[in-house]
């Protein structure tokens, strides 16, 4: 490994986009290579199986290109294979990504949480263990979330499709939220429709920032952080259509 080498960041699709910006703005000087699997997209409602094999590959693939470190910018593929990742590269830097549970429950203490996951995210026994540390303290809600991945993945975040799907998602729950806890990095992407149904009083959090972190800490404790000016970025898309090329570039810009 080289510290010019970059770094590999993973996701089931485009989702991961909302972690590779926080990556762009802690690192500028780093060079990117962004693989989305959208030609297998939603990972979320795929058996754990599934996507351990389908993580596996893509790792390999990233390796085998000469990564640096990987980044699994997607919760589900977390959930269900960081452990199998970790255990097949025991010499590499893998991060992972984790809904941001601890930081909404230090936010708000006996508060109620709400926390919007795939079905896969929600049944692995990573989030249940991260639940019960903070249950005790707070009320947690699961919030399984169908149907967002699908809409990111087609450019219609912003759409009146994505306000329709979050109040039939959230109006139960508006008046009772303190914090909604955003668990699949494609739900980033919706916040303008999920805050034209909670309003603004309901505090949204995701885990991009923490992994941004976590990667920088990582890399400057191996002494592999690039001491080039400037960075670079690739975008990589297993559907191999440009249009999902351009809907990667057009999410990084989005606001």
Same mark, same amino acid.
């Given at each position: 490994m080289d510290r010019h080498d970059p770094i590999a960041v993973f996701d089931s699709g485009v989702g991961g986009i909302s972690v590779l910006r926080e990556l762009c703005r802690l690192m500028p000087r780093e060079n990117f290579h962004y693989f989305g699997d959208s030609a297998n997209?939603?990972?979320?409602?795929?058996?754990?199986? @599934?996507? @351990?094999?389908?993580?596996?590959?893509? !790792?390999?693939?990233?390796?085998?290109?000469g990564?640096?470190? /990987?980044?699994?910018?997607?919760?589900?593929?977390?959930?269900?294979?960081?452990? /199998?990742?970790?255990? !097949?590269?025991?010499?590499?830097?893998?991060?992972?990504?984790?809904?941001?549970l601890?930081?909404? !429950?230090?936010?708000?203490?006996?508060?109620?949480?709400g926390i919007m996951a795939t079905d896969v995210t929600?049944?692995?026994?990573?989030?249940? @263990?991260?639940? @019960?540390?903070?249950?005790?303290?707070?009320?947690?809600?699961?919030?399984?979330?169908?149907?967002?991945?699908?809409?990111?993945?087609?450019?219609? !975040?912003?759409?009146?499709?994505a306000v329709a799907l979050m109040e039939q998602e959230l109006s139960p729950y508006r008046t009772e939220l303190d914090a909604l806890v955003l668990g699949c990095t494609h739900y980033p992407f919706v916040k303008n429709a999920i805050r034209a149904v909670v309003g603004d009083r309901v505090e949204l959090l995701d885990g991009g920032e923490g992994t941004a972190k976590e990667t920088l800490r990582r890399l400057k404790d191996a002494d592999l952080l690039n001491d080039q000016p400037t960075g670079s970025l690739v975008m990589e898309n297993s559907s191999g259509m440009q249009e999902k090329l351009d809907l990667c570039h057009q999410l990084l810009e989005h606001t």
């Amino acid at each position: 490994m080289d510290r010019h080498d970059p770094i590999a960041v993973f996701d089931s699709g485009v989702g991961g986009i909302s972690v590779l910006r926080e990556l762009c703005r802690l690192m500028p000087r780093e060079n990117f290579h962004y693989f989305g699997d959208s030609a297998n997209a939603p990972y979320g409602i795929k058996t754990t199986q @599934q996507v @351990q094999e389908l993580t596996l590959a893509a !790792a390999r693939k990233l390796f085998d290109q000469g990564a640096k470190c /990987l980044v699994v910018a997607c919760n589900t593929a977390t959930a269900a294979a960081i452990e /199998l990742l970790r255990a !097949a590269y025991p010499d590499r830097i893998i991060v992972g990504i984790e809904p941001a549970l601890k930081l909404a !429950a230090d936010r708000h203490p006996h508060g109620t949480i709400g926390i919007m996951a795939t079905d896969v995210t929600l049944r692995e026994a990573k989030l249940s @263990q991260l639940m @019960q540390r903070f249950s005790r303290d707070c009320t947690l809600i699961r919030l399984p979330s169908p149907g967002i991945v699908e809409l990111v993945e087609s450019g219609r !975040a912003d759409s009146p499709e994505a306000v329709a799907l979050m109040e039939q998602e959230l109006s139960p729950y508006r008046t009772e939220l303190d914090a909604l806890v955003l668990g699949c990095t494609h739900y980033p992407f919706v916040k303008n429709a999920i805050r034209a149904v909670v309003g603004d009083r309901v505090e949204l959090l995701d885990g991009g920032e923490g992994t941004a972190k976590e990667t920088l800490r990582r890399l400057k404790d191996a002494d592999l952080l690039n001491d080039q000016p400037t960075g670079s970025l690739v975008m990589e898309n297993s559907s191999g259509m440009q249009e999902k090329l351009d809907l990667c570039h057009q999410l990084l810009e989005h606001t």
